[in-house]
C-alpha cells in the first residue's frame, strides 16, 4: 500500500536538565531538536512499518 499524508511538519524543541531546576540559579540543560508535527509523525510511523509513504506539508521560512 501506498500512502499520502498532507499536513504540518515543525521543529520540536525539548530542554532536558541534567539536575534538578533550581529557581534563581544557572542551571545546565541540554536542547535536542527534532522533526514533529502530527502529519510528520504519522508518515515516519507508517515508513517505518515498511509502507510507501509520500509526505506533503509546508515548512515556514525559519528566521534567525
Not at 515543525?10 to 502530527?38: C, K, S, W
Request: aromatic share 8%; proline share 6%; glycine share 10%.
Amino acid at each position: 500500500k501506498r500512502f499520502v499524508v498532507i499536513g504540518g511538519c515543525h521543529i520540536d524543541q525539548h530542554l532536558y536538565f541534567d539536575t534538578a531546576p533550581v529557581a534563581g540559579r544557572t542551571n545546565p540543560a541540554r536542547i535536542v531538536e527534532a522533526i514533529g508535527g502530527v502529519a510528520a509523525n504519522i508518515a515516519h510511523h507508517l515508513a517505518a512499518a515498511q509502507y510507501a509513504v509520500d509526505f506533503v506539508g509546508v515548512q515556514p521560512q525559519h528566521d534567525p
